[in-house]
């Protein structure tokens, strides 16, 4: 798992050795939370065999696979996001501050 790591800046702007820091561990995390969502999966996979077939109610089976189809999407939706920051960090490093909106 990757260590997150404390900035403290006196300058009004980043230090790009900050910045580079903060993209590094970012893209740790990327890569554990990717692990992490093909583990979900990999259970949800699994179990989708002992789903029931009822239409009126669920069983734990049933539960599981809805929880880790939740949880599956949630981490591709956390990737997405950081990899818009690693982006949008990226482009403070190469152009410098500028406003989006």
């Not at 300058?11 to 910045?19: F, G, I, K, M, Q």
């Not at 999966?41 to 939740?70: G, T, V």
């Amino acid at each position: 798992m990757a260590k997150i790591k404390k900035y403290k800046e006196i300058s009004p702007e980043l230090s790009r050795d900050t910045v580079s820091d903060m993209m590094d561990t970012l893209s740790s995390l990327s890569r554990d939370i990717d692990e992490t969502r093909e583990s979900f999966s990999d259970m949800k996979n699994k179990l989708k065999r002992f789903k029931s077939d009822s239409n009126k109610s669920n069983d734990q089976i049933d539960e599981c696979y809805l929880e880790l189809m939740s949880l599956e999407n949630r981490a591709s939706e956390t990737l997405s996001s950081i990899s818009r920051v690693n982006e949008l960090l990226d482009s403070y490093l190469s152009k410098g501050r500028d406003f989006l909106f």
